[in-house]
């Protein structure tokens, strides 16, 4: 565990996180495992919080 875990990324693969989330959503059947395709949307959502930072050293305005 971290005191910032908004700063680093989990060992996930944010393109198998892609490709699971597409998948799920081109499912003809409306089946999903919920648990498993909820947490890949989740490593979505914090690949977009990383990537949503300041970089170190800017101000932010």
Do not use: I, N, Y
């Not at 892609?18 to 919920?34: C, I, K, Q």
Request: glycine share 8%.
């Amino acid at each position: 565990m971290t005191d910032q875990p908004e700063t680093h990324l989990d060992c996930g693969d944010s393109l198998d996180d892609v490709r699971e989330v597409v998948e799920m959503l081109s499912r003809s059947d409306g089946v999903a495992s919920l648990w498993h395709d909820l947490e890949h949307g989740a490593g979505l959502f914090r690949l977009l919080a990383h990537l949503d930072l300041p970089s170190e050293g800017t101000v932010p305005k």
